[in-house]
């Protein structure tokens, strides 16, 4: 949220990435985006994020940004 508002980005123009739950749920009391890379958790465990992945592999410009629409 911090590095956010030094930029003057609104947080729902945020998107972060992470492998924890608790990571998944700071970002999603920011009211920022939140991709679950399910690298190191079971896929269960990540279910508050918008999109979660096995691998950032599977990521690619156009998912990313219909997550920020």
């Known amino acids: 949220m911090k590095a956010a508002k030094g930029m ?6 945020c998107l972060v990435i992470e ?10 009391r920011a009211e920022m985006k939140a991709i679950g890379v399910t690298n190191t958790l079971p896929r269960g465990k ?3 994020a918008d999109r979660v992945v096995q691998s950032l ?3 690619n ?9």
């Open 19 to 28: 492998d924890t739950a608790a990571g998944i749920a700071a970002a999603k």
């Open 46 to 48: 990540l279910t508050s």
């Open 61 to 69: 410009p156009r998912t990313i940004a219909q997550l920020l629409i």
């Open 8 to 13: 003057s980005i609104t947080p729902d123009r």
């Open 57 to 59: 592999e599977e990521l």
